[in-house]
């Protein structure tokens, strides 16, 4: 479950819970069907009910001195509540990750979302 704030407007505007199944296939390998309910809460005071099943691949690996390397990509089919036009999109997670003593650890990420179809409800963009 994810909470997430908008720190604009002050205000909870949005709940994600996730689950699924995730099967280990090897060290280095992993693969997953997931789904999520999101609740986005709107400052006109309606909230949108969005529903994503979603499948999953996840790679680690050690590449030379660099470890703690992974990719995770996703594809989501997104079904917003009430509105005709589903989307689908991909995600690709870049994660790197380096334990720098006991306390402290250093992690970069980056994902980018690309949105398969083209939909009003999702402004009609490419990345995200």
Do not use: C
């Amino acid at each position: 479950a994810q909470l997430r704030h908008d720190v604009t407007n002050q205000t909870m505007n949005q709940t994600l819970n996730r689950f699924g199944v995730l099967r280990t296939l090897s060290p280095k390998h992993e693969a997953g069907l997931l789904f999520a309910y999101v609740q986005t809460n709107q400052l006109s005071g309606t909230s949108l009910r969005e529903y994503r099943p979603t499948a999953q691949y996840v790679f680690k690996s050690v590449l030379g001195s660099i470890k703690d390397f992974s990719a995770r990509a996703r594809i989501e089919y997104r079904m917003l509540e009430d509105v005709s036009a589903d989307s689908v999109r991909t995600r690709l997670l870049l994660r790197y990750g380096r334990k720098l003593s006991d306390a402290t650890d250093f992690v970069f990420w980056e994902e980018p979302f690309v949105n398969v179809t083209r939909e009003d409800w999702t402004g009609r963009r490419a990345f995200e």
